[in-house]
């Protein structure tokens, strides 16, 4: 995903400067896999993850019930 990014092959992630791997956040001292930053715009978390679970072309995640998916989940959405 950062060679995918780094190559500009993401036209949503263009013009990131700055890309940072397995960055602490939350209150659950979670990881995010990616974090990019750049002036003047928004950070973007990214959460890369494999599904098994595919259903009309939409891949989901959790596919199954986790603690550690939960948690994930919710981290996530207090970033917004």
């Known amino acids: 995903m950062r060679e995918a990014i780094e190559q500009n092959l993401i036209n949503e992630l263009f013009g990131y400067s700055k890309i940072c791997c ?19 715009r928004v950070d973007c978390y ?3 993850k494999s599904v098994t679970l ?3 072309q939409c891949g ?5 019930v986790t603690l550690r998916g939960q948690k994930r989940l919710r981290e996530l959405f207090k970033l917004d």
């Open 54 to 56: 595919l259903q009309q």
């Open 60 to 64: 989901y995640f959790p596919d199954a």
């Open 46 to 48: 990214i959460e890369v």
């Open 22 to 40: 397995e960055v602490k956040y939350g209150s659950e001292n979670s990881r995010i896999d990616l974090l990019l930053q750049a002036e003047n």
